[in-house]
């Protein structure tokens, strides 16, 4: 590949990057729906392995997957034409290089490979070793604004022939998942004007996703108060701070428990105030429908210096501001964090102490 042709890769591997950031897809959690595509796949197909792989440019991840089961030993497929699927250690995620995958998003048409061993290209890809996969077919899977975002592929350990009826029915599999795309760019869309409340919040506001705490959104009170930092920066650390007085810890709770967690009177020196301050710091876990996992923490602090317990106002505007992003993220989206937020991306050196 010439100098062009990896720069051009590499620019197109950073916007896909940045559109999974967008729709919530750029981690390897599983989703109830892909799994569903893929098992789709695999029953259309008749084929043992079936992912819906999405590609940025670092890594695979498969938050779609079907795999059969198997037991431990039964490490020879029957016919003895490869070796069977060890799944004990198969993970959601892959190098970025790894598999068929990356050829499918690169020539950004189907990839059909009847047998592995005919193309010495393809021969000698790991994942023949690993798998023992012989066959392939490999479909793109374009979002609704007609970008590539990935693969919906399934493999076979044995060759195959993958006829015509069988490639248009991927294609047409994967274009069913044009209605998730669809329906998550409608929800940027309400975010934003959620945000614009939340821009007007009287307290610290921020939206972080994953476990670690990629900060997403960012009122300007909250910038104000902690330092402005890029939009998904972790957390921990550009917001020093933050972490030292044990925010993140309540905001690992909310997290890996699904329930709000609180850090109460956390002695902090501001940015716009030099003085010692209490604060209270409510931490709500973050899921964009009921049965999806959590996804993010929504965190708001609450200025509680000289005051027995936090103001009555204060309170109900936080429970108003967390109840409606709750309420949005029922509105239908199933699964990965809410993405698109205008995000201030002001640099910051850190965080006064």
Known sequence: MDPLSSDQARLAGEQRRLRLQVL?????????TFDRV??????????????VNFINDERQMFRGMYVPTASPDDKVSPDGAGIAFDLSDLSREAPGDYG?????????????????????????????????????LGTPLRDNTG????????????????????????????????????????????Q?????????????????EGPNHLLRYANGKQGAAFGMVPQFSPGRLVLP????????????????????????????????????????????????????????VLTVAMNTTGQAYPGAEQQAFAANVQERFERLGAGGLPGGM????????????GYPR
């Open 38 to 51: 893929a098992r789709l796949a695999a029953s259309f197909t008749q084929s043992p392995l079936a992912m």
């Open 241 to 296: 701070g933050l972490e030292a007085v044990g925010v993140f810890n309540a905001m690992d709770d909310a997290f890996h428990t699904g329930q709000p967690a609180t850090l109460s009177r956390a002695a902090i020196s501001t940015y716009d105030d030099p003085r010692p301050q209490d604060f209270n710091f409510l931490c709500t876990p973050v899921r964009t429908s009921p049965g999806a996992p959590v996804s993010g």
């Open 100 to 136: 068929f995958c990356p050829h499918v998003v690169a020539q950004g048409s189907q990839l059909a490979l009847d047998d592995v061993f005919d193309y010495p290209r393809f021969k000698g890809n790991p994942l023949v070793n690993d798998l023992g996969v012989r066959s392939y």
């Open 338 to 349: 809410p993405g698109g937020m205008p995000g201030r991306r002001v640099e910051s050196a």
């Open 147 to 190: 970008m590539i975002l990935g693969t919906v592929c399934v493999a076979d350990t044995k060759p195959r022939v993958w006829d015509r009826a069988v490639r248009e029915g991927m294609q047409q599999l994967s274009e069913t998942l044009l209605s998730d795309f669809k329906l998550r760019d409608s929800l940027l869309a309400q």
């Open 192 to 208: 934003q004007e959620l945000f614009a409340v939340f821009d007007g919040a009287p307290f610290p506001i921020m939206l972080t």
């Open 24 to 32: 919530g897809l750029n981690t390897v959690e599983a989703e109830a």
